[in-house]
């Protein structure tokens, strides 16, 4: 998965999610040298790129979930830690995406074989 390097007092964004209407779980994990884990979470989500987005804040723990509605289509999570620290991203973006993919694809080659014998036939 993805690891982020933290610099203390540093807004660092961990993940940008555009035109993505899937809801999920957005988990990661935050490890430290330098005892507790500290700091804050932004949140940005908005339906549409050019409405405002909705901005909201949570702390920043050891273990982390944040919960993505459907209704996100512009969603970014950004993080600032206390301490250096170092983030590993358990969800992964992508998986969705590629099953989606994979389905467009299918449906695309079913429907061209089954226009093939259409044109074929004159």
Not at 14 to 42: E, H, K, P, W, Y
């Amino acid at each position: 998965m993805a690891k982020v390097e933290l610099k203390p007092g540093e807004r660092t964004e961990v993940l940008n999610l555009f035109s993505d209407s899937m809801a999920r779980t957005i988990r990661f994990d935050v490890t430290t040298t330098a005892g507790a884990v500290s700091g804050q979470i932004d949140v940005e989500r908005a339906l549409l790129p050019f409405l405002k987005p909705r901005r909201e804040t949570a702390p920043l723990g050891a273990e982390n979930a944040l919960d993505k509605s459907w209704l996100d289509g512009q969603y970014k999570v950004f993080v600032t830690s206390d301490t250096a620290a170092e983030l590993n991203m358990k969800t992964r973006a992508l998986t969705r995406n590629r099953l989606f993919l994979i389905l467009l694809v299918v449906a695309g080659v079913g429907l061209i074989a089954g226009i093939m014998p259409l044109i074929l036939a004159d």
